[in-house]
T-cell receptor, first 110, second 111 residues
Framework: DVKVTQSSRYLVKRTGEKVFLECVQDMDHENMFWYRQDPGLGLRLIYFSYDVKMKEKGDIPEGYSVSREKKERFSLILESASTNQTSMYLC?????????FGQGTRLTVV | RKEVEQDPGPFNVPEGATVAFNCTYSNSASQSFFWYRQDCRKEPKLLMSVYSSGNEDGRFTAQLNRASQYISLLIRDSKLSDSATYLCAVKDGNAGNMLTFGGGTRLMVKP
């Protein structure tokens, strides 16, 4: 079974904090993704990576950065958290077809 | 116009009913198509892939209409446990095998 693991299920952070969301996959997938999901807006792609040290902007990269130093790990960084970044964050990985998701991190910025 | 669009619903159906959802996509170069199921406060999970020739898995049938650029999901003999949000996803072959998701269709199956 493909396993994608996100480091936290729930996080509460203060405005202005630097936030790290970690994601690890165990299936040697080349591609990894970070989405956020908000009511009425669906899943929106923040960043993706198709190889180690490679990253591409998705639809809503502003306020975020990513890091992929190892194939199995893809980190999402909120440089200075803001209340409008309160959301469900979902990591996913894939090889050539369907994507497999982690359990999600519900982030609240207060 | 959104790249991938779905009727958000909710679709309220009785147990045993047949229900169908459509999903339209705007990129005619799209290559692969999928249906995901998402339960409340959980991650999306792959339900089935959608092949050009159609795909059937038990009570679920997925079809692709390239000419009209939509995919469909048919659920027969609905169960209470089918209540969820169904997301379609489209891959257009760009670098990274990126999937674009529709907003989801919510299904509620009532006793």
């Amino acid at each position: 079974d493909v396993k994608v693991t996100q480091s936290s299920r729930y996080l509460v952070k203060r405005t202005g904090e630097k936030v790290f969301l970690e994601c690890v996959q165990d299936m040697d997938h080349e591609n990894m993704f970070w989405y956020r999901q908000d009511p009425g807006l669906g899943l929106r792609l923040i960043y993706f990576s198709y190889d180690v040290k490679m990253k591409e902007k998705g639809d809503i990269p502003e306020g975020y950065s990513v890091s992929r130093e190892k194939k199995e790990r893809f980190s999402l960084i909120l440089e200075s958290a803001s209340t409008n970044q309160t959301s469900m964050y979902l990591c996913a990985s894939s090889r050539t077809g369907e994507a497999f998701f982690g359990q999600g991190t519900r982030l609240t910025v207060v | 116009r959104k790249e991938v669009e779905q009727d958000p619903g909710p679709f309220n159906v009785p147990e045993g009913a047949t229900v169908a959802f459509n999903c339209t996509y705007s990129n005619s170069a799209s290559q692969s198509f999928f249906w995901y199921r998402q339960d409340c406060r959980k991650e999306p999970k792959l339900l089935m892939s959608v092949y050009s020739s159609g795909n059937e898995d038990g009570r679920f049938t997925a079809q692709l209409n390239r000419a009209s650029q939509y995919i469909s999901l048919l659920i027969r003999d609905s169960k209470l446990s089918d209540s969820a949000t169904y997301l379609c996803a489209v891959k257009d072959g760009n670098a990274g095998n990126m999937l674009t998701f529709g907003g989801g269709t919510r299904l509620m199956v009532k006793p």
